[in-house]
């Protein structure tokens, strides 16, 4: 399965309007052990771990390195109790806030990315990625909700 877009998928994104703030929806789905490369020689991160460990090592260097460097910022990240409608499993599911589309795909320009994204691909068997613009949000009445803001 694949963990990053296809070509076509990030043609789609690129073709918004770049400025719009946006949340990804990510449903995630760990690999039972995680599949790190043969080279992988991290002493104090040792490899044989579960997929969950690998993808929260990658998880926690964005939420205190990397998002603050975007103006983005984790909305929820937690274990999924049960797949109540359809018919896919996930483990977790990582809801992100990001400025701008912009903003979000500069994240994986910033020096240091590559070197824990490592953990991203050891971890990850599956994801579903998923944009919400705020421009496209209905308004509802919930007082101070993203979907609010102006």
């Known amino acids: 399965m694949a963990i ?8 789609q ?3 918004l309007d770049q400025s719009q703030p946006v949340i ?19 002493a104090d991160l040792p490899p044989d771990v579960d997929g969950k460990t690998a993808y929260h090592r990658y998880l926690s260097r964005v939420e205190v ?12 990240a937690g ?8 018919d896919k499993r996930w483990d977790e599911i990582i809801i992100g806030e990001y400025p701008s589309i912009a903003e979000a ?19 990850l068997a599956e994801v579903q990625t998923t944009a919400l613009l705020q421009k496209d949000m209905e308004r509802l009445p919930i007082p101070g909700a993203w979907i609010n803001r102006d």
């Open 4 to 11: 990053d877009p296809t070509a076509e998928q990030g043609e």
């Open 13 to 15: 994104l690129m073709a």
């Open 105 to 123: 795909n500069r994240m994986p320009t910033l020096p240091g990315y590559d070197r824990i994204a490592i953990h991203r691909v050891a971890g």
């Open 65 to 76: 390195d990397f998002m603050p460097q975007v103006g983005g910022r984790f909305l929820i």
């Open 79 to 86: 274990p999924v109790a049960v797949s109540l409608i359809g």
């Open 24 to 42: 990804f929806i990510n449903c995630h789905r760990y690999f039972d052990r995680a599949q790190y490369e043969a080279d992988y020689g991290d």
